[in-house]
């Protein structure tokens, strides 16, 4: 390969998609394919049941499919999987994973077959993961415990969720004076709640407001949706339109399926009624309603349904405040980027000397609370409860105008790695300190660097002369980071039920 020219990493992209399952592991995965094409890898994409639109976008961005020839994943769709990975010259092969009938046996496969893997995951139900890399991109993923290998990174949350580059493209596009209300139930609405949903908004008299409805790509059933629409001026019915992106943007508010096309909405800043149908859709949905980013419904049958008109009318009405307060929240916890994050660790590994320190901003509060969210640090925290993330996001505006208060953010590019807080003690000459290290950024030295990076700035910024550390007994990484950054041991005490290490540094 010629000097200066990076060596090219393939990667193979293994999903599926169906009236059965959907259209969102394949969606997913192909704005992964897309971020990865951006960053030079050769990209392959198999896949039974590949959209075939999104198909002919996969081809334009020079991605290639194929459909595997067996039915369900085993030896021989793994053997077809490894050999389209070791097509062509490569200085790297990976094979990225999305589907719940992926099982630890094709795992261990791939693996043994010296790829490297990614593997995107929701339910945490495979016990142990040995491979490379696990993305869980859904929205309280942060606060979850995987059982990896010492060389596994996990990547959590919707700091990765993986959002196709026309929504993130399009930006924050909510229009306060529309009135107009999207439908779109997934990419096969497998319980045939489309049409229901046409009609409870139907008979809701939404007077002023037009109605699009979306159908998706695996969904077999438009003439029901259309037929549910008959004689109705307001209401326009799509199947799988070109122009999706531009369809939801500048609504007022879109009622769709809690899965991937649930963070799409929250990309483009728009409110959202969340129909949760799945098993796997339940957990960012809650956490989505939690944060007051939207609206939640379980349904899996039209009986379920029965609340939808009420709701909605009450949004568009004397809650419409709300819509706005919604988009806002939506938008701060999804920003687009997420593919292109895993895209970069997938392409360029860890990269430590790309990582600076910066001061942060109202965006970054998400990825903070995804540090501060991640069981081991929460494990070795004096408050080991969880943080709710909407009483974070209100914090977390508060402290970027504090007196008080200082904190530093050690971010490569869009990602942050670690953060690092100051808090002057009030009636002493001192700030205390707290940080963390974003798991994927661990064993990099780090804390040590943010330490010694930010110390002395913190004093000046806040005015004093010293600043303290309080380490729980046993967390040896973080009593190490603190001795390699010229810190002191100045005592031990007991906080709570913890025994701790105070260490501290001075200016003079």
Request: hydrophobic share 45%.
């Amino acid at each position: 390969m010629a000097d200066g020219v990076p060596p090219t990493t393939r990667v193979v992209i293994r999903a599926d998609a169906g009236p059965d399952i959907g259209s969102g592991h394949v969606m997913r995965c192909a704005a992964l394919a897309d971020a990865l094409r951006a960053r030079g890898a050769d990209v392959d994409f198999l896949s039974r049941g590949l959209p075939p639109r999104l198909g002919e976008e996969l081809h334009g961005i020079g991605v290639a499919t194929a459909s595997p020839l067996e039915v369900w994943p085993n030896v021989r769709d793994a053997a077809e999987t490894i050999a389209a990975a070791h097509q062509r010259g490569a200085a790297a092969r990976w094979v990225v994973v999305d589907g719940y009938h992926f099982d630890r046996d094709y795992m261990r496969l791939l693996v043994d077959a010296g790829l490297r893997v990614a593997w995107i995951d929701d339910l945490n139900t495979l016990g142990e993961f040995d491979c490379d890399m696990v993305v869980n991109p859904t929205l309280g993923a942060e606060r979850e415990a995987y059982t990896t290998f010492p060389h596994t990174r996990t990547l959590m949350g919707a700091t990765y969720a993986l959002v196709r580059s026309a929504f993130g493209d399009l930006g924050r596009v909510r229009d306060n004076r529309s009135n107009r209300i999207v439908i779109t139930l997934g990419g096969a609405d497998p319980h045939r709640l489309t049409s229901h949903v046409v009609h409870s908004l139907l008979s809701a008299n939404l007077e002023g407001y037009r109605l699009t409805v979306v159908v998706g790509p695996s969904n077999p059933h438009s003439d029901e949706v259309r037929r549910a629409a008959v004689g109705a001026s307001n209401v326009e019915v799509l199947h799988d339109p070109v122009d999706f992106p531009r369809r939801l943007a500048g609504a007022i508010l879109v009622i769709t399926a809690a899965g991937g096309a649930a963070w799409e909405v929250a990309t483009l800043g728009i409110a959202s009624v969340l129909i949760v149908v799945a098993e796997s859709q339940q957990r960012g949905a809650l956490e989505m309603a939690e944060a007051g980013a939207a609206e939640v419904m379980m349904a899996s049958t039209p009986e379920d349904l029965t609340g939808l008109p009420p709701r909605i009318k009450a949004l568009l009405s004397h809650e419409r405040d709300r819509l706005g307060r919604m988009a806002d929240r939506a938008a701060r916890i999804v920003d687009g980027r997420g593919a292109h994050r895993v895209a970069r660790w997938i392409i360029d590994g860890p990269q430590p000397g790309a990582i600076t320190m910066r001061a942060p901003t109202r965006d970054d509060a998400l990825q903070v609370w995804r540090i501060n969210s991640e069981p081991s640090t929460r494990a070795q925290s004096f408050g080991a409860s969880p943080i709710p993330l909407a009483s974070h996001l209100d914090w977390f505006d508060r402290y970027l105008t504090s007196s008080s208060g200082r904190m530093y953010l050690f971010t490569r590019d869009d990602e942050v790695a670690a953060v690092i807080r100051y808090d002057r003690t009030q009636g002493e000459d001192c700030a205390e300190l707290s940080f963390a290290v974003a798991s994927p950024f661990r064993r990099m030295g780090l804390g040590s660097r943010a330490l010694t990076e930010s110390w002395r700035v913190a004093c000046h910024e806040l005015g004093v002369a010293a600043v303290r550390g309080a380490v729980i007994q046993g967390n040896d990484a973080s009593i190490a980071a603190f001795r390699n950054a010229g810190f002191v041991e100045a005592a031990q005490e007991r906080r709570g039920d913890r025994d701790c290490v105070v260490f501290e540094r001075r200016t003079t």
